[in-house]
């Protein structure tokens, strides 16, 4: 694709912003945190990963608890499945809000054949914008990394199993460094909790679901 187009043209405008920003502002993790910068990679710009996808909400919203990077729970709301095509397939991604403070953005988070190799293992994530319709474009040109893929400081939760997509993503944003890239959410987890003499250990099991309280089910973490 040209880069003269203009969808291109944005696309790479809004990387080249970002790496600034993670760069030099105050609240980026690498420079509250510490950690010496080097660009973002990213795979190549395609349209082949520009989707329409239609979200199919739940009856009512239900509680969820997304599993961690520090062996905790993210407590969120899902709100229904995102349904697409992709490669011939019919796909689909839950979709959940975080509560209070962040309006009718929404987060979708996702593993898929690309996770740690190409990208970062415990998964990517996606943001979008509740409509009306529950008609979407699923770019995944847009796909970024959890903060914790740069630094330790951040918590961040990794995608359910129901969010592990059977295809390559090559789109979005790649794994930062190589030193940084666990295969799995439960090698996060490990080497965050390992001291640091211990040897590497296999994963654990990923841990049962937990129940919901009285006011509904939920969805499960790895």
């Known amino acids: 694709m040209p880069k003269s187009d203009p ?25 509250a945190g510490r950690v010496p910068f080097h660009d ?13 996808a239609v979200l199919r909400r739940a009856a009512a919203p239900e509680e969820a608890y997304l ?7 993210a407590v969120m709301r899902y709100l229904g499945d995102l349904t697409f095509a992709l490669d011939g397939r019919s796909l ?11 309006g009718t953005s929404v987060f979708v988070p996702f ?10 293992g415990p998964g990517r994530y996606l ?9 979407y474009e699923l770019d995944f040109n ?11 400081d951040y918590e961040c939760g990794f995608p359910p199993a129901e969010n592990d997509l059977p295809v390559p993503i090559r789109a979005g944003e790649k794994a930062w460094a190589a030193d940084r890239n666990p295969r799995t959410p439960s090698s996060a987890v490990l ?15 990923a841990p049962a679901r937990r129940s919901a309280k009285a006011s509904g089910s939920s969805r499960g973490s790895r």
């Open 92 to 102: 689909t991604l839950g979709v959940y809000h975080a509560g209070e403070g962040v």
């Open 111 to 120: 593993r898929d054949r690309t996770s740690g190799d190409e990208s970062y």
């Open 7 to 31: 969808w291109t043209a944005e696309l790479l405008e809004e990387r080249r912003m970002k790496d600034e920003f993670m760069a030099r502002h105050p609240e980026s993790p690498f420079v």
């Open 40 to 52: 973002l990679r990213y795979f190549p710009p395609s349209t082949k990963y520009r989707v329409r």
């Open 191 to 205: 080497e965050r909790l390992r001291p640091p003499s211990a040897a590497p250990k296999k994963p654990r099991k």
């Open 127 to 135: 943001t979008l914008e509740l409509n009306e319709s529950d008609e």
């Open 67 to 73: 599993r961690t990077n520090r062996d905790g729970q």
């Open 142 to 152: 847009r796909a970024f990394n959890p903060y914790c893929a740069y630094t330790d």
